[in-house]
């Protein structure tokens, strides 16, 4: 599916039939950015949700033939996803400090089935959620959106070198979590 | 096998683009509901705007009328043959209430008519005259009074408005010094046409109000702003250049997108779904409008407070079981997701257009909620603008 210079138009001049277009072509390439920033689809959704309300409402003032549509769109759902991780960035800590050790064990147990059952993208993916979640962002906003980490540190509120050294981090606790389901699918092959 | 960075930052590269995640038309419709609404926007600021561009160009007109004709043009004395023109007095109102209080302190003998001394106008002042009668407050208005070559006294007439521009460059002490010296002098009988003017102005405080407007109270997707239509009574109490006034009007909101949807399933056998579908077409309130005005002479500016508590719907109900429509009818008084009590603070601008009628706008805001929120699925603003024509008269 491809988004033309037509379609943008008439969804700055409120056109639904173009805007429902438009939104399931960002559903589906921006729905995966969503997902790595929530542990759930609802709240995924729900950013997703705001970020194309900001990209409907600034096609209206934005010079549409000079646009590069996906950058810009990803760029508005990232901002959209580092704004709501500021605000409950509190809260969040917060949370995680409750987890009882028997909480963790039960997650950890769930993941490590999900890699049992699928060594798929899903299970990868929700590795990240396992991890802190400072690093598990730098290490997203590094490695698959491709920011630097000067932009990083601009976008979290963080040094260069503290950004590094979060996707260091994070590559570490990754390489134990993979390293840890590819000693555990052979034995489970082999039983 | 052990990971590299590359080979990690490649794994989760490749997994965050394999991710699909499939799509459902409901999930738009939840989007639909936040997207913005142009049209509604553009109807509001259309309506707003021929509103405002009216009141424009009435209070225009009220400024550009065209009173800038000199007195001999307006005024052809005739007089009899015993009678001599010799003086023409203009005065403000303000002039006029001092000529009464003049009259009324001194005592003097003023002879019955002699001779009539008609001004007869030759275009514009048969129309200003009637409107300065009707009008105690009409600015424009003027007296002429004319003495007596014969008897040295003089008759005051009768009111023939003329135009200010004799006196529009003098202040109102100028203009009382003007007139003084002849009242002192002869003395003054107020005419009958003084006295109706004078004890006219008092207008009777009650009143019958219009009001026509829109809101953007409570919107949803499909639908423009909300026609709002109100008439009540009214009464004002007037201290100096302050008016206090209460009322009690019925207000009718037409919110025809405003909708409840009940579901209830029931297990037997099988299960039957009961869907009922509410859909609230008018809303009826019972308001009571107190405001605060300042007048400044044709021009009435005002702030209130509007409360207001709701008497009851009109609702069409629209019942399905297992999606197939069973039922569908009307009723009136329906109050389901409603709630009982409303506040309005308001801004108006009212302009005296005859001395029994007033036009203006008004601009009000909503700070207690008339529906149920929680019930709500459209648009409900924190403070909604509701803009409103009205019509005033006030009861002879």
Known sequence: MQITLEVLKACAQQDRKAQKQLYEYCFRSLMPVCLRYHNNEEDARSSLNISFLKIINGLESIDLKELNFNAWAKRITTNTLIDEYRKSKKHLSHYQGKETERELDIHAEIIQNDAESEFGCESILKLLTQIPDASAKVFGLYVIDGYSHKEIGELLDMSEGTSKWHLSTARKLLREKLEKMNTQIPQKLVI | ?396
Do not use: C
Request: aromatic share 10%.
């Open chain 2, 1 to 396: 096998m052990s990971w590299e960075d590359k080979d990690i930052d490649k794994l989760f590269r490749e997994s965050a683009n394999q991710v699909n995640v499939p799509f459902q038309d409901s999930f738009w419709d939840e989007m639909e509901a936040m997207l913005p609404q142009k049209k509604k926007k553009k109807g509001f600021f259309w309506v707003f705007g021929a509103s405002f561009t009216v009141i424009a160009v009435m209070i225009a007109g009220t400024f550009l009328y065209p009173t800038q004709r000199p007195v001999s043009a307006k005024l052809n004395s005739v007089s009899t043959a015993n009678s001599t023109p010799t003086n023409v007095v203009a005065i403000s109102p303000i002039a006029q209430a001092t000529l009464l209080e003049t009259n009324k302190t001194m005592e003097t003998t003023v002879e019955e008519k002699t001779q009539h001394t008609n001004f007869k106008s030759n275009d514009h002042a048969p129309r200003f005259q009637n409107r300065a009668s009707k009008n105690p407050f009409f600015t424009e208005g003027a007296i002429s009074a004319h003495t007596s070559s014969n008897t040295g006294k003089i008759n005051p007439t009768f009111l023939t408005p003329i135009s200010y521009q004799n006196i529009v460059n003098q202040t109102e002490t100028e203009i009382r010094l003007l007139f003084r010296p002849m009242s002192n002098s002869i003395g003054l009988q107020p005419s009958k046409n003084i006295e109706l003017q004078l004890k006219n102005r008092k207008s009777n405080p009650w009143f019958v109000q219009l009001n026509a407007g829109i809101s953007q109270a409570y919107l949803r997707e499909a639908s423009t702003v909300s026609p709002t239509f109100s008439i009540g009574v009214g009464y004002q109490k007037q201290v100096a250049n302050l008016a206090f006034s209460a009322g009690l009007q019925v207000q009718n909101m037409f919110v025809n997108s405003l909708e409840i949807n009940r579901t209830s399933r029931v297990y037997h056998f099988a299960s039957t779904t009961y869907q009922q579908e509410i859909q609230i077409k008018q809303l009826y309130t019972m308001e009571i409008p107190l405001a605060v005005s300042m007048i400044k002479n044709r021009h009435t500016f005002s702030v209130g407070l509007t409360p207001g508590y709701l008497l009851g719907s009109l609702v069409k109900v629209r019942e399905f079981e297992n999606g197939t429509l069973e039922q569908q009818s009307n009723y009136l008084g329906q109050r389901i997701g409603l709630k009982s009590l409303s506040l309005k603070p308001h801004v108006g601008y009212q302009m005296q257009v005859s001395k029994a009628w007033q036009v203006g706008i008004q601009i009000q805001t909503q700070l207690l909620d008339q529906i149920d929120l929680t019930q709500f699925a459209g648009e409900a603003r924190n403070f909604p603008l509701i803009g409103q024509l009205t019509i005033r008269k006030t009861l002879f």
